[in-house]
């Protein structure tokens, strides 16, 4: 036979999308082609494949061989084609019963000495070839993880003529699962967060709810210590998102996590860090925090391409990130905390220091924020130093955030039962039918409006807030004392972007 066929797949955003390599042997001239792929990553394949088969003993094909990947308008890259293009090879030279691809999937990479290496993105292909109900045979390394797969049946060896042994076999030995060390981050109680229950009641508040969260403040009052611990208030990950986030990790090769994250990116960090990309379309920071807490400290040091380039994923929970001409996504559903001084020095309205900072140069520093932003952003807070009797006050009770978890995670399931989603997401008819206003609320609440001249947007994300403020006291409708003190989380002052009283 001079002809083979064989399964494997290509990575795609979170997806593993079939491809099949197709072998044609025919006499003539000997030569080996790789087509459906760039120049460069097909040169570098054939001497993978030529290397590996020919260290392993095996009997390199003087024919006329053209490879083909189908089909050809998948975005193809990685080294995961070396093992099934070899395996074909095999296969079409008689060296493999053709049974030996029956059912089966291949994703390695081979080294020259014909060692089978991990591919990028076995995860996803383990749980595609799982569905399909395929065994899938990969490199040794990493396989127990991917065996732990409920229902995948995973082949692994450590090289090519180890591989090709077990094939021949009638019933090649599965690898056995592992149990997967998963990461547990500890997060800070929020009673180290000391003298301040506005601040604990807004994290509060912002964990239940789900809401984006400004703080204002001047250096040193604890803004990062507040953005990690409102991290630790969140309710562990549901089984959907849990998963997009191992599929996420694998691709950056981290073990999976029950809990959601805390990511802190720099204002330094390039686009690509950020927001995905690169050569590998790689996701970014945006979506390592996907289900958890990203905290933009100093939010005005963050050039205004990459706060532009937050807009879409704050809307959609989702990211395209593009590469040659393919397009990959990657979710990037994330609570946004971020953080800025409140004017260049940092001391505005602080009884410690004195600010020298011009009227006009602190409108100029705010305008760095776009409006945009600013309109996604339910919650803003402001925070200054608490007096110092209050931080030698005697120490509250070391586990805090326990009994606010157990609030966060009543509140967020009474969300999901009511409206399918948390509240920040609410918006419309959906937030206006959720917050069930009694007639006589709602002309009070237009009044108030009129009268504090809040734009539309302003006056949803009060609402948004008020109808958390409702399911933490587990009340049906919102009510005005909710509306209150949803009004008291004053937005950003006068002057800055976006914000219309
Ligand atoms: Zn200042």
Same mark, same amino acid.
């Given at each position: 036979?001079?002809?083979?066929?064989?399964?494997?797949?290509?990575?795609?955003?979170?997806?593993?999308?079939?491809?099949?390599?197709?072998?044609?042997?025919?006499?003539?001239?000997?030569?080996?082609?790789?087509?459906?792929?760039?120049?460069?990553?097909?040169?570098?394949?054939?001497?993978?494949?030529?290397?590996?088969?020919?260290?392993s003993h095996l009997k390199w094909p003087d024919y006329n061989i053209a490879v083909n990947l189908a089909p050809t308008d998948h975005p193809k890259q990685g080294a995961g084609f070396d093992l099934p293009i070899a395996i074909g090879l095999l296969l079409a030279s008689g060296q493999l019963p053709s049974?030996?691809?029956?059912?089966?999937?291949?994703?390695?990479?081979?080294?020259?000495?014909?060692?089978?290496?991990?591919?990028?993105?076995?995860?996803?292909?383990?749980?595609?070839?799982?569905?399909?109900?395929?065994?899938?045979?990969?490199?040794?390394?990493?396989?127990?993880?991917?065996?732990?797969?409920?229902?995948?049946?995973?082949?692994?060896?450590?090289?090519?003529?180890?591989?090709?042994?077990?094939?021949?076999?009638?019933?090649?030995?599965?690898?056995?699962?592992?149990?997967? $060390?998963?990461?547990?981050?500890?997060? $800070?109680?929020?009673?180290?967060?000391?003298?301040?229950?506005?601040?604990?009641?807004?994290?509060?508040?912002?964990?239940?709810?789900?809401?984006?969260?400004?703080?204002?403040?001047?250096?040193?009052?604890?803004?990062?210590?507040?953005?990690?611990?409102?991290?630790?208030?969140?309710?562990?990950?549901?089984?959907?998102?849990?998963?997009?986030?191992?599929?996420?990790?694998?691709?950056?090769?981290?073990?999976?996590?029950?809990?959601?994250?805390?990511?802190?990116?720099?204002?330094?960090?390039?686009?690509?860090?950020?927001?995905?990309?690169?050569?590998?379309?790689?996701?970014?920071?945006?979506?390592?925090?996907?289900?958890?807490?990203?905290?933009?400290?100093?939010?005005?040091?963050?050039?205004?391409?990459?706060?532009?380039?937050?807009?879409?994923?704050?809307?959609?929970?989702?990211? @395209?990130?593009?590469?040659?001409?393919?397009?990959?996504?990657?979710?990037?559903?994330?609570?946004?905390?971020?953080?800025?001084?409140?004017?260049? @020095?940092?001391?505005?309205?602080?009884?410690?220091?004195?600010?020298?900072?011009?009227?006009?140069?602190?409108?100029?520093?705010?305008?760095?924020?776009?409006?945009?932003?600013?309109?996604?952003?339910?919650?803003?807070?402001?925070?200054?130093?608490?007096?110092?009797?209050?931080?030698?006050?005697?120490?509250?009770?070391?586990?805090?955030?326990?009994?606010?978890?157990?609030?966060?995670?009543?509140?967020?399931? %009474?969300?999901?039962?009511?409206?399918?989603?948390?509240?920040?997401?609410?918006?419309?008819?959906?937030?206006?039918?959720?917050?069930?206003?009694?007639?006589?609320?709602?002309?009070?609440?237009?009044?108030?409006?009129?009268?504090?001249?809040?734009?539309?947007?302003?006056?949803?994300?009060?609402?948004?807030?008020?109808?958390?403020?409702?399911?933490?006291?587990?009340?049906?409708?919102?009510?005005?004392?909710?509306?209150?003190?949803?009004?008291?989380?004053?937005?950003?002052?006068?002057?800055?972007?976006? %914000?219309?009283?």
């Amino acid at each position: 036979m001079h002809l083979a066929f064989v399964r494997t797949r290509s990575q795609s955003g979170l997806s593993a999308l079939p491809v099949t390599v197709e072998i044609h042997m025919s006499s003539g001239l000997p030569a080996f082609q790789v087509v459906g792929m760039s120049d460069a990553a097909s040169r570098e394949i054939r001497s993978r494949v030529r290397s590996a088969i020919v260290s392993s003993h095996l009997k390199w094909p003087d024919y006329n061989i053209a490879v083909n990947l189908a089909p050809t308008d998948h975005p193809k890259q990685g080294a995961g084609f070396d093992l099934p293009i070899a395996i074909g090879l095999l296969l079409a030279s008689g060296q493999l019963p053709s049974e030996a691809a029956k059912d089966r999937e291949f994703l390695g990479e081979l080294g020259l000495d014909g060692a089978i290496r991990p591919a990028r993105g076995a995860l996803a292909a383990t749980l595609a070839t799982t569905t399909d109900q395929r065994d899938l045979c990969v490199a040794r390394e990493g396989a127990p993880q991917l065996a732990a797969v409920t229902g995948s049946r995973i082949i692994a060896a450590t090289d090519l003529l180890t591989l090709c042994a077990a094939l021949k076999e009638p019933e090649p030995a599965l690898t056995r699962a592992a149990h997967i $060390p998963m990461t547990q981050p500890s997060y $800070p109680d929020l009673s180290q967060i000391r003298g301040q229950s506005s601040l604990s009641r807004a994290l509060e508040l912002a964990a239940a709810g789900g809401h984006h969260l400004l703080m204002t403040g001047p250096p040193g009052v604890g803004k990062t210590l507040s953005a990690s611990v409102l991290a630790g208030l969140l309710p562990p990950l549901d089984p959907a998102t849990q998963e997009e986030l191992w599929l996420l990790r694998d691709l950056a090769g981290l073990p999976p996590t029950h809990h959601p994250e805390f990511r802190a990116p720099h204002h330094s960090s390039s686009i690509a860090a950020l927001i995905g990309g690169t050569a590998r379309a790689t996701p970014g920071e945006i979506s390592m925090a996907h289900g958890g807490v990203l905290f933009l400290d100093e939010l005005t040091e963050f050039p205004r391409a990459v706060l532009n380039q937050l807009r879409q994923p704050l809307e959609s929970g989702e990211i @395209c990130v593009s590469r040659a001409e393919h397009q990959h996504r990657y979710p990037a559903r994330f609570q946004l905390v971020a953080a800025m001084n409140p004017c260049p @020095c940092g001391f505005a309205g602080s009884d410690d220091q004195h600010c020298h900072c011009t009227p006009d140069r602190i409108w100029r520093y705010r305008q760095g924020v776009s409006g945009p932003l600013l309109d996604r952003i339910d919650l803003h807070i402001t925070l200054s130093k608490p007096a110092s009797s209050q931080l030698l006050s005697h120490r509250q009770e070391q586990d805090a955030s326990n009994p606010v978890r157990e609030r966060v995670a009543r509140a967020r399931f %009474t969300q999901q039962a009511r409206q399918g989603c948390p509240n920040r997401d609410l918006a419309g008819d959906g937030l206006l039918d959720a917050c069930a206003l009694s007639s006589a609320t709602r002309t009070w609440f237009s009044e108030v409006l009129e009268k504090m001249k809040l734009s539309v947007r302003s006056a949803h994300r009060r609402l948004r807030v008020a109808r958390t403020i409702a399911d933490m006291n587990e009340s049906e409708g919102v009510t005005r004392e909710h509306i209150y003190a949803a009004l008291s989380y004053r937005e950003m002052p006068d002057g800055a972007a976006g %914000t219309r009283y």
